[in-house]
């Protein structure tokens, strides 16, 4: 009996385009399906509207965010370099 391998998201590619891209297809997918949460309520039910827009199935939260989950490494810098330049007497608001 020949063993099969666990093909994963992007098995339906087969032998075609190369490991690489394969792996790339199937880390951006996996990603993408994960239970995201919701910055305002906390629920784990955040889906992909469409490129970068993102929504909460709970509260109906809409938000923008990155194109494969609802925060990017790029966004993280933002908001960072935004805190930062604020005064420290100042209140970020959500």
Known sequence: MVRKKKAGPAGRFGARYGVTVR???????????VRHL?????????????????????C???????AYSPSSKIGGVAA????R??????????
Not at 39 to 58: A, M, Y
């Open 60 to 66: 109906g939260f809409t938000f923008a965010g990155g």
């Open 23 to 33: 792996k790339r297809v199937a880390r951006v997918e996996v990603e993408l399906k």
């Open 80 to 83: 960072r370099d935004v805190r």
């Open 38 to 58: 919701c910055k305002r309520c906390g629920f784990g039910g955040v889906r992909r509207v469409s490129v970068g827009v993102w929504r909460c199935g709970k």
């Open 85 to 94: 330049s604020r005064p420290s007497g100042e209140e970020a608001s959500v």
